[in-house]
Structures are given as structure tokens and as C-alpha cells.
């Protein structure tokens, strides 16, 4: 097309269009994903949830044998659920409180009470250096580092799936995320 009936008019917006074209190419090219970025992307959740604690576990050796639920009644399998599950999050909030308390510490103030209290119950998880202690305190009594292993095994999962579920009920969803943001920016 002509503009005011002149050649570099015309050459300018021929110009100008295949800049405009060429800057649309380069932002689509920005933004796309490659086939392997969406394959990662879809695998991230089954390598984080699945494959890596079945790594974990391959390589911490651990054998569950015997009878299962028998085990969970044993005082060293409670004592180790107790202990990762109950001890774990009553020591990591209660210390955290007292030291705020105290005037040693201060929390974030992005962050509350109900907030850290679901990140201490997830210090429950963590079973790898547990079973390494469990395979020290228990050498040469396979019997009790079966109970040992359950015992880690149970108290990790139960901090993992009640941590899960206090986070999910005190953490802002994902729009008073942004809502925030889009109050502070």
C-alpha cells in the first residue's frame, strides 16, 4: 500500500511491517517450549514423588519383612513414629517459639504462627539419615531394625501427608498470591 502515493513510503511501511513480523516470530519463539521442555515438564511430579524416594529407599537398603501391621505394635517402631511424627514438629516449633519468646529471634513477617507450625511438622521427613542412625544403633539385631525401618517409614509419611494437609489449609491460594503481589508491584 501507498502512503501519499510515494516509493520510500512505501519501502518504510514494507519496513516496518517485517520488523513487526519478525519481533512477533521472536516473542512466539521466546515463549514456545520445546518437546523436551513439555516432557520434563510432565515428568517432574512422577521423578519427585515417585522415582526419586524409590531411589531413596533402593539405596538405604530397606527391606520391609515379617508381618507389617504386627510390627506398627512394637515399642521400637512407635517410638521411632513418635519420635519423627510428634517429637520432630514439637521441637522445631517449640524451640522457634520459645527463642521469639525470648527475644533471641524474630519470625519473617511474611510468614505466621499456623504457617511454621506446618513447615515443623514436616521436619518429620527426612528418613534417610534416620535409617542410617537405625542401621548404627541396630547392628547385628535385624529384628529391630526391621521395626526400626517401619517405624521410619510410617513417621516420615504420616509428617509428609499431615504437613501436606496443614500447609494446604494455612498457605494463601494461588490468586492471594497474586493478588498480593499485584498490590505490592
Not at 129 to 138: D, E, Q, T, W
Request: hydrophobic share 50%.
Amino acid at each position: 500500500k501507498m502512503i501519499n502515493g510515494s516509493k520510500a513510503d512505501e519501502q518504510a511501511t514494507s519496513s516496518s511491517m517485517k520488523y513487526m513480523a519478525f519481533d512477533e516470530i521472536k516473542r512466539g519463539a521466546f515463549l514456545a517450549e520445546t518437546p523436551m521442555r513439555r516432557s520434563e515438564h510432565a515428568l517432574v511430579k512422577w521423578s519427585t514423588f515417585f522415582i526419586m524416594p524409590l531411589f531413596a529407599l533402593a539405596n538405604a537398603g530397606v527391606t520391609v519383612e515379617g508381618d507389617f501391621f504386627h510390627s506398627l505394635a512394637d515399642t521400637a517402631t512407635l517410638g521411632i513414629i513418635l519420635g519423627l511424627f510428634v517429637g520432630k514438629q514439637l521441637g522445631i516449633f517449640g524451640f522457634a517459639w520459645l527463642a521469639e519468646k525470648a527475644k533471641m529471634s524474630k519470625l519473617p513477617s511474611d510468614i505466621n504462627w499456623k504457617q511454621f507450625y506446618g513447615m515443623s511438622i514436616l521436619g518429620g521427613i527426612g528418613f534417610t539419615m534416620a535409617l542410617f542412625v537405625a542401621n548404627l544403633a541396630f547392628d547385628g539385631y535385624n529384628l529391630l531394625l526391621g521395626e526400626a525401618k517401619i517405624g521410619v517409614l510410617v513417621g516420615s509419611l504420616l509428617a509428609a501427608v499431615y504437613g501436606l494437609l496443614v500447609l494446604n489449609k494455612v498457605l494463601p491460594s494461588e490468586e492471594e498470591v497474586d493478588k498480593m503481589k499485584n498490590d505490592v508491584g
